[in-house]
T-cell receptor, first 116, second 110 residues
């Protein structure tokens, strides 16, 4: 079975641009969450979606937005990119049984964003 | 104060050694606790859940101390393949936030 897939794997943008990152969860998983990981730090929670609804949001500015589609795939959008947005963006899926966050996360390999 | 704090290490240990990591959390209402492992330039992977009664999985033992708000991970008989960053994860009660610590780096040497 396919794991969590993310695209693109690497991308380079300039300040002020916007970016869209995509994630396909494991088949049957209804919950998707997004994380930002800066070198030397742990993943920082950005969003969690379950059944197309936002269930949790971390301490990120409104420039960050996301959505989940009927097939449970998800997009993370970041507008007005700053140099500090350079990071590895990780998507994780989980079964999301009854919408409960079980903490059992299956991560994709991430999208590495460089902002110049 | 960070919500989840870990000693960044690195811990450098010889093969066969026993090593322990601690992690403290600030929210006393936290409900679920986990250890994840992340290899260099790879994605995190679930190592084990942490239960109040303590739990063991082979060479790995996890403990939770709610009174002192810390969790621990003990690795016995360390292997070269245990070299990785170990991430402490906490889920607050009623929330959908998943909070990761900054990780503790372990190097196991022959």
């Amino acid at each position: 079975d396919a794991g969590v897939t993310q695209s693109p794997t690497h991308l380079i943008k300039t300040r002020g641009q916007h970016v869209t990152l995509r994630c396909s969860p494991i088949s049957g998983h209804k919950s998707v969450s997004w994380y930002q990981q800066v070198l030397g730090q742990g993943p920082q929670f950005i969003f969690q979606y379950y059944e197309k609804e936002e269930r949790g949001r971390g301490n990120f500015p409104d420039r960050f937005s996301a959505r989940q589609f009927p097939n449970y795939s998800s997009e993370l959008n970041v507008n007005a990119l700053l140099l500090g947005d350079s990071a590895l963006y990780l998507c994780a899926s989980s079964p999301g049984l009854a919408g409960v966050n079980t903490g059992e996360l299956f991560f994709g390999e991430g999208s590495r964003l460089t902002v110049l | 104060r960070k919500e989840v704090e870990q000693d960044p290490g690195p811990f450098n240990v010889p093969e066969g050694a026993t090593v322990a990591f601690n992690c403290t959390y600030s929210n006393s209402a936290s409900q679920s606790f986990f250890w994840y492992r992340q290899d260099c330039r790879k994605e995190p992977k679930l190592l084990m859940s942490v239960y109040s009664s303590g739990n063991e999985d082979g060479r790995f033992t996890a403990q939770l101390n709610r009174a002192s708000q810390y969790i621990s991970l003990l690795i016995r008989d360390s292997k070269l393949s245990d070299s990785a960053t170990y991430l402490c994860v906490v889920i607050p009660t009623g929330g959908f936030k998943t909070i990761f610590g900054a990780g503790t780096r372990l190097f196991v040497k022959a």
